[in-house]
């Protein structure tokens, strides 16, 4: 079973019930004169550092990456083997999509996209069946079997950040249809035929998240960090929600008070609270933190 028509059920689910405490607040944009809502069971979110993953010229050390990647996988689907996860989560005879995003100042590192696809062919998935795209995703993805999603967070001039919610927008023909509202509906994409149940795993990339920033394409080194993270869950919005949380952190210790996001991350409620695709509010997401705490800001 996969996300959306429900998200990947992991092995934990089917041995026992979460353990992880909260985090305990609501995070996003309220949706007015919500009616009925569906109860949902609690996501569950690894975070998990590295302080070496990020070499002393900036390059991301591969090797460390990979591991990153097995034991975040292997602790989210309690299994000890990362191929056996890794075939939990896809069967030989699909064609696996790997959504990336290229954006020159902060694209998917080539170390983690490699990562994958060798997780991805250790379970017998043929690498002509392994394909990766960002901008021409709506062609080159569309008939995909399974779809691994993975991009680095960043502030986001309309949609207040960008994230794995977000990074689905070029499935769609026309994405600036999908701007209006502060990109609330961003979360409508996920439940297209082109992606709908498809998607298997979800890796936010907080290795050096941009945390601040103005203007339609803004970058400035002077507001990205070693964070030396990733994130991964079946669920998209609980990981924006938790990445939101860690900039609004670092965004409040670097200016010394409170700096919101501006705009405000509408998207992720309402990918929630209207369009069903995940979980947003801290309280319902189970976080299991891994590796280094320095500074972990959560």
Same mark, same amino acid.
């Given at each position: 079973?996969? %996300?959306n028509d429900?998200?990947?059920?992991?092995?934990r689910?089917f041995?026992?019930?979460?353990?992880c405490?909260g @985090?305990?607040?609501?995070i996003?944009?309220? @949706?007015?004169a919500?009616e009925n809502?569906?109860p949902?069971?609690?996501?569950?979110?690894?975070?998990?550092? &590295? +302080?070496k993953?990020? #070499?002393e010229?900036?390059?991301? &050390?591969? #090797?460390?990456?990979r591991?990153?990647?097995?034991?975040?996988?292997?602790?989210f689907l309690? +299994?000890?083997?990362?191929v056996?996860?890794?075939?939990?989560?896809?069967?030989?005879? &699909?064609?696996v999509g790997?959504?990336?995003?290229?954006?020159?100042?902060?694209?998917?590192? +080539?170390?983690?996209?490699?990562?994958?696809m060798?997780?991805?062919?250790q379970?017998?998935?043929?690498?002509?069946k392994?394909?990766?795209?960002d901008?021409?995703?709506?062609?080159?993805?569309?008939?995909c079997t399974?779809l691994?999603?993975a991009?680095?967070l960043?502030?986001?001039h309309w949609?207040?950040?960008?994230?794995?919610?977000?990074n689905?927008? %070029?499935?769609v023909?026309?994405?600036?249809a999908?701007h209006?509202?502060?990109?609330?509906?961003? =979360?409508a994409?996920?439940?297209?035929?082109?992606v709908?149940? #498809?998607?298997?795993l979800?890796?936010?990339?907080?290795?050096?998240?941009?945390?601040y920033?103005?203007?339609?394409?803004?970058f400035?080194?002077k507001?990205v960090?070693?964070?030396?993270?990733? @994130?991964?869950?079946?669920?998209?919005?609980?990981?924006?929600?938790?990445?939101?949380?860690?900039?609004?952190?670092?965004r409040k210790?670097?200016?010394g008070?409170e700096?919101p996001l501006?705009?405000?991350t509408?998207?992720?409620?309402?990918?929630?609270r209207?369009?069903?695709?995940?979980t947003? &509010?801290?309280?319902?997401?189970h @976080?299991?933190?891994? =590796?280094? +705490?320095?500074?972990?800001?959560?």
């Amino acid at each position: 079973m996969t %996300m959306n028509d429900c998200r990947v059920i992991t092995r934990r689910d089917f041995i026992r019930g979460t353990t992880c405490a909260g @985090l305990g607040a609501t995070i996003g944009f309220p @949706l007015e004169a919500e009616e009925n809502p569906i109860p949902q069971k609690r996501a569950r979110v690894i975070l998990i550092r &590295d +302080e070496k993953v990020i #070499k002393e010229h900036g390059e991301i &050390d591969g #090797k460390i990456i990979r591991q990153m990647l097995e034991k975040a996988l292997t602790a989210f689907l309690d +299994e000890k083997d990362p191929v056996k996860a890794w075939k939990f989560l896809v069967k030989q005879n &699909d064609t696996v999509g790997i959504k990336s995003n290229v954006w020159k100042y902060l694209p998917t590192p +080539e170390p983690l996209e490699k990562a994958i696809m060798k997780g991805l062919v250790q379970t017998g998935i043929e690498p002509r069946k392994i394909r990766i795209d960002d901008r021409g995703a709506r062609n080159s993805l569309a008939d995909c079997t399974a779809l691994i999603n993975a991009r680095p967070l960043r502030t986001h001039h309309w949609a207040g950040v960008g994230g794995c919610i977000k990074n689905y927008i %070029m499935f769609v023909p026309e994405p600036s249809a999908y701007h209006g509202d502060i990109c609330a509906d961003l =979360g409508a994409i996920w439940n297209l035929p082109i992606v709908r149940g #498809k998607t298997r795993l979800n890796i936010l990339v907080m290795l050096t998240p941009l945390f601040y920033g103005r203007g339609p394409h803004h970058f400035n080194r002077k507001y990205v960090w070693n964070y030396n993270a990733l @994130l991964l869950s079946d669920d998209p919005v609980a990981l924006d929600a938790v990445g939101v949380h860690i900039l609004e952190r670092k965004r409040k210790l670097f200016f010394g008070e409170e700096r919101p996001l501006k705009p405000l991350t509408k998207h992720i409620t309402f990918a929630d609270r209207k369009h069903r695709i995940g979980t947003s &509010d801290l309280s319902r997401i189970h @976080l299991i933190k891994l =590796g280094w +705490e320095k500074d972990i800001l959560i």
